[in-house]
Each structure stands twice: as structure tokens, then as C-alpha cells.
């Protein structure tokens, strides 16, 4: 029986209040997808250094690469950023950067290459010898220490942020220091070295802890830290954006030392 033709209009215009809203959802859907599908790929021909600088731009990778840093970094470095002495895991909210600026660009390959990860690419150049120890590096023949030696080293060191005054003391122990050869990565002026890792040991960010105990533990055992390289684990954009999330978490470049 064919149903009456008032009947059949209502029938089609209840098929279109649904039909139409639902197109047009599926047509936003399609539309933000593209729209955002561009801009991710600006993201990644872009000038990294120029992408935090772009609302549009920094906006998208920051949201895209959160998730790769909940996922792959957070472990160590903390859901804030905030790194872990204990472990020797660097703060990436401050203004120091152990590997030349922090810029988007060095943080990726840092991403991309690790230190210390085994990838040839990668910074593998400073590691912090055992002075402690009969050989302290395998690479250098530097020379061991003594307890009263590391403790003169340890005690010159902590009177840079401890705000200790005894010039005496202070002679001694940069006899000490360029003695031992330290100065060879942390520099004569104890200002490290970004080129190669070796942090300046005259500010008050410390990767281990500036105490007199964390610094006679580091002179004595050596530290010789690690970050994974992710070549093989994260695509070019994901690298892209989880160097910007980084860089984001850090005071803005011209604040930067």
C-alpha cells in the first residue's frame, strides 16, 4: 500500500534533519583533517628556529608532540620537564643547556642521535672520568687521585656557588684542578664546553647535585650519562615536534645564556 503523499514529505524531511547535520560533520571532519594534514607538513619544511615563533605552527607541534614526549621521554625526564638528579637526567625548564643553545634544531639531533646511545651521529665525546679509580679514563692517561685530592677539587668547585671566599684555598685547589686536568673539557675559567657536553661547574644547575658529597661522588666515580637515539622509533615529523615541545619548555632563545 503506498503510504499518503503528506505522509511520504514528513518521512523525507526527517531523513534530511539528520542527513544534512551529518554531512556537514563529516565535511568539518574532512576539512580540519586536510587543514591540519598542511599545516603538520609546514611544521616539518619549516625553519625549526622560526617555528615557536608562529602561533600557527607552534600551536600544531606542541600538540603533536606532547604525546611523543608523554610516550619516549617522560620516563626519565619527568611529565613537567623537571629531569632527576638522582640519575643524572637533565631539567629541560631551565636556561642552561649541556649541548651547545637548546635550540629546535640541536634538540632534534640530540632526539634523533642520543649521547652516549652507540649511533655515530650522536654527542660521545664527554665523559666525566673515575679520578677514584687506578685508570680514570680508557680513553686519556689521566692521573688518579687521591681522597685529599678529590676533596681539595671537590671543595674548590662548591665554592663557586656556595659563596665561599679563601683565596688560599682557592689557589690550591686550582692547582688541583688544572693538575688533574680538568680544565681540558670544563675549560680554565670552569665554564664548560657545549660543543662536547662538559657542563660550566661555576653556576648553581647541576646534573648530579652541586653538594660537596654529589660533587666528591662525581670526581670520584665518574658519570658518563645517556639518552637514547630514536632514528629508528620516531618519523621525521615526530622528531620535528617533540624538539619544538622541548625547546617550549625552556625560557624563550633571547632569555637563553
Not at 499518503?4 to 554531512?23: G, H, K, Q, S
Not at 598542511?38 to 600538540?63: K, M, N, S, Y
Not at 686536568?181 to 664546553?193: A, K, S, Y
Request: a positive charge; aromatic letters at 6%; charged letters at 20%.
Amino acid at each position: 500500500m503506498t503510504p499518503p503523499p503528506t505522509f511520504a514529505r514528513a518521512a523525507t524531511r526527517r531523513r534530511l534533519l539528520w542527513i544534512i547535520p551529518l554531512f556537514l560533520l563529516i565535511a568539518a571532519v574532512v576539512t580540519h583533517g586536510v587543514r591540519y594534514r598542511a599545516i603538520a607538513a609546514q611544521v616539518l619544511r619549516a625553519d625549526p628556529e622560526a617555528i615557536l615563533g608562529d602561533p600557527t605552527l607552534r600551536d600544531a607541534a606542541i600538540a603533536a608532540g606532547h604525546p611523543v614526549y608523554a610516550q619516549h621521554c617522560a620516563s626519565c625526564h619527568g611529565a613537567a620537564g623537571k629531569g632527576d638528579r638522582t640519575l643524572g637526567v637533565p631539567d629541560l625548564t631551565d636556561s642552561e643547556h649541556l649541548y651547545r643553545e637548546g635550540t629546535v634544531a640541536q634538540i632534534e639531533d640530540i632526539a634523533r642521535y642520543g649521547i652516549r646511545a652507540g649511533n655515530k651521529h650522536g654527542w660521545n665525546l664527554a665523559v666525566m672520568p673515575a679520578y677514584a679509580s687506578k685508570n680514570p679514563d680508557a680513553a686519556e692517561p689521566l692521573p688518579p687521585q687521591t681522597p685529599a685530592q678529590i676533596e681539595t677539587l671537590a671543595r674548590f668547585i662548591h665554592a663557586f656557588t656556595a659563596g665561599v671566599t679563601d683565596p688560599a684555598a682557592q689557589q690550591r685547589g686550582r692547582d688541583a684542578y688544572n693538575k688533574a686536568g680538568c680544565w681540558d673539557c670544563h675549560g680554565r675559567d670552569l665554564g664548560g664546553d657545549g660543543a662536547i657536553g662538559a657542563p660550566a661547574l661555576t653556576d648553581d644547575i647541576w646534573l648530579y647535585g652541586g653538594s660537596i658529597a654529589d660533587i666528591r661522588r662525581s670526581i670520584s666515580r665518574g658519570r658518563a650519562g645517556m639518552s637514547p637515539a630514536f632514528a629508528r622509533k620516531l618519523t621525521p615529523a615526530e622528531l620535528r615536534n617533540v624538539a619544538v615541545y622541548v625547546a617550549s619548555l625552556a625560557p624563550i632563545q633571547s632569555d637563553r645564556k
